[in-house]
């Protein structure tokens, strides 16, 4: 019971302590909005979560709603691209010794980086965010499907030689599964990154949702929503990881 | 010809830039219909040995031949047991089975390749863990999959790497009877070739004995043939006069061979001491 209690109150105290130092900031930066104050301005937002008054101006859960789809179709393709590339770099040597450099040159760059270039070729901002979300999200599921496949024990490769199956056999009846649980680890933080990728993508495209909103009210001045946008964000975010995770678990229990 | 011949087999691994010669120079013929063990302790090179009978690994020079025909790759009529059972978790105990009927098979009907699948999982004693993943059954149950798996694909060759080395002793010896109940029972006149540690499974087992020299540059001795009537108990061993003298006979001619191969012999083989003077002394 003592136990319960404590597990209960532990992030509380965290969250307390997290006000108290956003209390004391915005106490002596003038445009720092203090947690009251946002929720004074932002509460239209949240209290009416499914509203549209205008292109920017609606409730928070339908621009989250927006920045999500946005993501899917991102993500989506990310991982439509980097499963099977995952695969196949992990199956062949040749092919990794090729591109492992090119990988590894591509891997870290920002998507602030990455945007312009997507305008420059596709012309419209809605097909560049989502280069820019696939572009970026993609390497975690290449890196880890390629690592699935390379831990795969020799145990399983040797039965898949001894009962002699055929090359389609042995990568549906023993690649995939034996790989699938790293391959899914690769899913969830790539959809981590695509989560943190899309903002950045909204603010430089004006397009709807939570960073296009965050980005047009920074440009207005109104900060409380700025701290409101924030913190739909990691919401979001740790929302879309323990559901990830949630899967995840069930996998690898298999 | 005989069924199985192996002619000067040698195997090297480098790692670290050390050569190990693990075999060196090994000779085997089993006929067909033959149930042979290689016994040698671990360390020996057995496995190795094992991989190259059955085609996992290619020997550096010699020539496996099975019917006449170098070995290359897996032999399409083949079937292996390995010592940590090697089943696939996502699938259950019967997709296990049925996944290397429909290797073999695959012109069978699905629903025949199940039929068979069940049968075989039915025979030895897992009509009632079907749907069971591995993880689900005990070591005993997994390697009665694995042996099920092997059988169900009527083979004309079996491997058995150690089958039964992971198991505890009794759990050991009912799967031995498992496995010369499916031998006797399907009918079929597989060839088996058996690597173990253990002299009293051998003897259980097999028609010969083969010596296994320990490791680097093993060898195997003479095959000592193994004249007891089928069937045979563990308590028949220990018991019947002749199987008592049977085995001492034999574990003389593995001391001699492996006085002869090897400079410190006392480790070579796992020999039951206790079992051994008890057979003795019944013996006088």
Request: proline residues 6%; positive net charge; aromatic residues 8%.
């Amino acid at each position: 019971m003592g136990d319960r209690i404590v597990r209960f109150l532990l992030p509380v105290v965290g969250v307390a302590f997290l006000m108290f130092v956003w209390t004391a900031l915005s106490a002596n930066v003038p445009d720092l909005p203090s947690p009251l104050k946002t929720w004074e301005e932002s509460k239209v937002y949240i209290l009416q979560p499914l509203e549209k008054r205008g292109e920017m101006d609606q409730g928070i859960v339908r621009l989250a709603a927006y920045s999500l789809y946005r993501v899917a179709k991102g993500f989506l393709l990310g991982i439509a691209i980097a499963t099977p590339l995952g695969f196949i770099l992990g199956l062949s040597k040749v092919f990794n010794r090729m591109f492992d450099p090119v990988i590894q040159v591509l891997r870290p760059i920002s998507p602030l980086a990455w945007l312009p270039l997507g305008l420059i070729i596709f012309q419209k901002s809605e097909p560049a965010a989502l280069f820019t979300i696939a572009l970026c999200s993609m390497w975690p599921t290449v890196l880890n499907t390629i690592a699935g496949v390379r831990t795969i024990p020799q145990e399983y490769r040797n039965v898949a030689k001894v009962l002699r199956l055929s090359r389609v056999q042995t990568f549906t009846k023993v690649l995939l599964p034996a790989t699938l649980p790293h391959v899914f680890t690769g899913y969830r933080l790539s959809l981590g990154i695509a989560w943190l990728v899309i903002v950045a993508s909204e603010m430089l495209t004006g397009t709807p949702g939570v960073g296009g909103f965050l980005w047009q009210e920074y440009n207005s001045l109104i900060y409380a929503h700025i701290l409101l946008c924030i913190l739909t964000i990691g919401v979001v975010g740790f929302l879309l990881d323990r559901m990830m995770g949630f899967v995840e678990v069930r996998l690898r229990s298999i | 010809m005989s069924f199985v011949e192996v002619r000067n087999v040698s195997k090297s691994f480098t790692s670290a830039g050390k050569v190990r010669d693990v075999l060196s120079g090994v000779h085997l013929t089993v006929e067909e219909g033959e149930f042979v063990s290689i016994v040698g302790s671990t360390g020996s090179g057995k496995s190795t040995l094992m991989a190259i009978l059955a085609g996992l690994l290619p020997p550096d020079s010699g020539k496996v031949t099975v019917g006449g025909e170098s070995v290359r790759g897996i032999h399409p009529h083949a079937a292996v047991v390995f010592q940590n059972y090697s089943l696939l978790p996502w699938f259950s105990a019967l997709e296990n089975v049925r996944l290397a009927i429909q290797a073999a098979f695959p012109e069978w009907p699905r629903t025949r390749q199940v039929d068979q699948a069940k049968r075989y999982l039915e025979t030895v004693g897992l009509g009632n863990a079907l749907q069971k993943r591995p993880s689900q059954l005990s070591g005993g149950m997994r390697q009665r999959v694995a042996i099920a798996r092997a059988f169900a694909i009527e083979p004309r060759l079996l491997f058995l790497d150690e089958p039964f080395s992971a198991l505890d002793a009794l759990t050991r010896s009912t799967l031995q009877q498992v496995l010369i109940q499916m031998c006797s029972e399907t009918g079929q006149s597989a060839t088996a070739i058996m690597i173990t540690n253990n002299l009293d499974e051998a003897l259980l087992l097999s028609d010969q004995i083969v010596p296994m020299t320990r490791g680097p540059r093993s060898k195997l001795g003479t095959p000592i043939p193994v004249k007891l009537p089928r069937p045979r108990t563990d308590v028949q061993l220990l018991h019947d006069p002749l199987a008592v003298r049977t085995r001492a006979e034999v574990v003389e001619r593995l001391a001699e061979f492996v006085h002869e191969g090897q400079r410190d012999p006392r480790k070579t083989l796992e020999v039951p001491k206790v079992a051994q003077s008890k057979a003795v002394e019944e013996q006088l």
